[in-house]
């Protein structure tokens, strides 16, 4: 997909469940079943949705019919098509040389991302990487958030957590790790 997934129910039809943002509601990190957060812009309107890792791996499957989150080794693929090394694309933390760049909306764009230094967002990839921020495993958002941050879970897992892509305004490249099952991430799917 060239967005972020935005949908509030399982392929079968049932709801996936709504936690209200901080302050309204701080029970997010108590929560142990498949749940959303809607993100919200300045002016209070929904631009996108933030999900834990028990509905991206819920068996009722969050994806739409044809479509599957993308998993850990889809992400290498594309990040090695993207110039990413083979040596790099399996390790931790921050990797690559300039594959974010090409995947992040250009500055100046709806969501685009804060200007930092050398940073040239072309969004050659397609890709369209927002800067949408993430909800915590408290429940509290992101610091920087919105136009400075963005994480995708994966479908994949690493023991009992759930492997990640992160990027931000001020990296050129992607970092890859894996985190509680309780953070609030954004999603994309891949055709089946």
Same mark, same amino acid.
């Not at 300045?42 to 929904?46: D, N, R, T």
């Not at 709806?110 to 990487?129: K, P, Q, R, V």
């Given at each position: 997909m060239a967005e972020d997934l935005r949908t509030t129910k399982y392929r079968d039809s049932s709801w996936i469940t709504l936690v209200?943002?901080?302050? @309204?509601?701080?029970?997010?990190?108590?929560? !142990?079943?498949g749940a959303y957060s809607n993100n919200y812009d /300045?002016? #209070?309107?929904?631009i996108g949705r933030f999900y834990n890792f028990y509905a991206?791996?819920?068996?009722?499957?969050?994806?739409?019919?044809?479509?599957?989150?993308?998993?850990? @080794?889809?992400?290498?693929?594309?990040?090695? !098509?993207?110039?990413?090394?083979?040596?790099?694309?399996? /390790?931790? #933390?921050?990797r690559g040389s300039n594959q974010a760049e090409k995947m992040k909306v250009m500055k100046g764009t709806?969501?685009?991302?804060?200007?930092?230094?050398?940073?040239?967002?072309?969004?050659?990839?397609?890709?369209?990487?927002l800067g949408m921020g993430c909800r915590m495993y408290d429940g509290s958002f992101g610091n920087?958030?919105?136009?400075?941050?963005n994480f995708w879970?994966?479908?994949?897992?690493?023991?009992?957590q759930g492997w990640y892509r992160y990027m931000d305004y001020?990296?050129?490249?992607?970092?890859?790790?894996?985190?509680?099952?309780?953070?609030?991430?954004?999603?994309?799917c891949v055709k089946d």
């Open positions: 209200a943002p901080p302050p @309204a509601d701080t029970t997010w990190g108590m929560v !142990t079943t /300045a002016l #209070g309107h929904i991206v791996n819920d068996v009722r499957n969050i994806a739409p019919a044809g479509w599957h989150v993308a998993s850990d @080794a889809e992400w290498k693929l594309m990040e090695q !098509t993207l110039g990413m090394s083979g040596g790099e694309v399996n /390790a931790t #933390g921050w709806i969501l685009g991302w804060t200007d930092y230094g050398d940073i040239w967002n072309t969004n050659e990839s397609g890709f369209g990487a920087p958030g919105q136009y400075s941050t879970w994966t479908s994949s897992t690493n023991e009992n001020k990296n050129k490249n992607v970092f890859r790790y894996y985190g509680l099952k309780n953070y609030g991430f954004s999603v994309r």
